[in-house]
């Protein structure tokens, strides 16, 4: 029996966090708005019954921004910049707290609305799922056109989908035409809409690497696509060197990973410069922060407890760290990750400039649902004390 054609759908919500947020104020819709603040930005209720909302021109603290609106972003506001600088670029920009109960709320109901059309879903966080459509007899655009719209009807909120025939590619597609994008790439369309890209749109392919090309006069896919392999292996290592020239071609058989158990739940950043501990000690302090609420926000949506918490760094010479340190009993509290990782930093020389950051949980555990516990405040962590 001959093998049905792979399709691979990537199904990426539009700004979810602010959209979300946009539900419940729709008078913000239209402007710049910012998802990072604490409780301190809620917005007050005027006796006339209209709302007063926090600008950042007013923001004052170390918090990291989770997410913007399209608007923001226009104005040059990426996730994970830190508010103070954010509020340079957009003083005039809307802040809000994030509502982790809401997100997962709204996550769940788009989620669940897919599966009752396609049960095939690899969980990739939050406001992102892998689709297989390959056993399904539907075509491809009225099939995505039909998630689109269940995923509206479930949850007023808009996505972007791409079918192609592999993660790599449906990931790159997604991305296209954003917002309320449906984007179909077939084989031949590898030369005409993924290679004029830039490198930095394939997935995997961060700030610190995507310069490292540069250097070398590759900017675009199609660049990196007729690179010299041997060119690539001298400079970025045998293994990521061959994938380099494998993914500019639109190679990637990874399956989906739609029912095992997790080994481990991670979270890292790639940083857009290097980044020391001595410079850049707030910055760092935030990210590590917003890594570990990420985490414990993942390990109870899926409700899950990890006993082992570890943290990664790359350094910006591509030096790979890796700390663990094993706690007494599992968890799913972002204060406790938060401690595990600071002591896990603490074993590590951090003389050099780093490049990417991360945090993982593994000894994993199911566990019941339970409530959430509070997020971790923005402190200053001290991630040179020994």
Avoid at 68 to 74: F, S, V
Avoid at 149 to 177: F, H, M, P, Y
Wanted: aromatic share 4%; hydrophobic share 40%; proline share 4%.
């Amino acid at each position: 029996m001959k093998a049905l054609p792979r399709r691979i759908a990537h199904l990426d919500m539009d700004a979810f966090y602010a959209s979300v947020d946009l539900l419940r104020y729709p008078e913000l819709r239209g402007q710049p708005l910012v998802i990072g603040g604490s409780n301190a930005q809620q917005p007050v209720v005027l006796v006339d019954g209209s709302r007063c909302f926090s600008r950042l021109r007013d923001y004052v603290g170390r918090g990291v921004i989770t997410t913007a609106t399209y608007e923001a972003r226009a104005l040059g506001v990426a996730s994970a910049m830190g508010i103070m600088k954010v509020a340079r670029l957009a003083p005039e920009a809307i802040l809000l707290p994030v509502d982790f109960a809401a997100y997962r709320h709204y996550s769940r109901l788009f989620k669940a609305a897919v599966a009752r059309i396609v049960p095939a879903i690899e969980d990739r966080g939050i406001d992102e799922i892998y689709l297989d459509l390959s056993a399904l007899a539907e075509d491809s655009r009225s099939l995505a056109q039909r998630i689109k719209e269940a995923v509206r009807q479930a949850t007023g909120l808009s996505c972007s989908i791409a079918v192609a025939a592999n993660k790599l590619l449906a990931k790159i597609g997604s991305d296209l035409d954003k917002p309320d994008g449906l984007t179909l790439l077939a084989a031949d369309d590898l030369a005409q809409r993924i290679w004029p890209l830039p490198v930095r749109k394939i997935n995997g392919i961060g700030p610190k690497a995507s310069a490292r090309l540069a250097e070398l006069g590759i900017h675009a896919i199609r660049q990196l696509a007729h690179a010299d392999t041997a060119l690539l292996q001298r400079h970025f290592g045998r293994g990521y060197g061959v994938w380099l020239s494998e993914a500019a071609h639109g190679i990637d058989d990874r399956p989906l990973l739609t029912s095992a158990e997790p080994k481990s739940i991670s979270r890292e950043t790639t940083f857009e410069r290097d980044l020391h501990v001595r410079d850049d000690r707030e910055t760092l302090s935030g990210v590590l922060i917003a890594l570990c609420r990420h985490v414990a926000e993942d390990l109870r949506r899926k409700s899950y407890r990890g006993r082992t918490i570890g943290v990664k760094l790359r350094f910006a010479d591509f030096q790979t760290v890796t700390r663990d340190l094993t706690l007494a009993a599992a968890t799913a509290d972002a204060h406790d990750i938060l401690r595990a990782a600071r002591e896990c930093l603490r074993r590590v020389p951090l003389e050099r400039k780093l490049r990417l950051l991360g945090v993982r949980v593994s000894t994993l555990a199911t566990r019941a649902d339970e409530d959430d516990p509070s997020e971790p405040r923005q402190g200053e962590l001290d991630l040179t004390k020994r």
